[in-house]
């Protein structure tokens, strides 16, 4: 069983940055896939980036590309997202998910353990 607890977000305005951390507990953090998701208002769930068990591989969503980097640190069962250039349209819910398997996988069902999300928005 993980537990995944995510903070860091709050408002921002458009060109500014947020870093979001989730914090896992469970003594088997290293072993798992991380990502983050974000749901805007009104819209579904959709996935932003990935990484692997051991931070050697990610994917990114193209709309964050060059924008966003995910990073995580096993030794403190830590995933961060350093969030760069914000726009209004990043505005969303971010959650923290873990999945063991590919880290190359985006779908929300192939994730098997949730945070409940911190919120980040963006003004213009």
């Known amino acids: 069983q993980v537990q995944l607890v995510e903070s860091g977000g709050g408002l921002v305005q458009a060109g500014g940055s947020l870093r979001l951390s989730c914090a896992a507990s469970?003594?088997?953090?290293?072993?798992?896939?991380m990502a983050w998701f974000r749901q805007a208002p009104g819209k579904e769930r959709e996935f932003v980036v990935s990484?692997?068990?051991?931070?050697?591989?990610?994917y990114y969503v193209d709309s964050v590309k060059g924008r966003f980097a995910i990073s995580r640190d096993n030794a403190k069962n830590t995933v961060y997202l350093q969030m760069n250039s914000l726009k209004p349209e990043d505005t969303a819910v971010y959650y923290c998910?873990?999945?063991?398997?590919?880290?190359?996988?985006?779908?929300?069902?192939?994730?098997?353990?949730w945070g409940r999300g911190t919120q980040v928005t963006v003004s213009s």
């Open positions: 998910a873990a999945r063991m398997g590919s880290y190359y996988y985006t779908g929300n069902l192939g994730y098997d353990y």
């Open positions: 469970g003594r088997t953090f290293s072993s798992y896939t």
């Open positions: 990484i692997d068990w051991s931070g050697s591989r990610t």
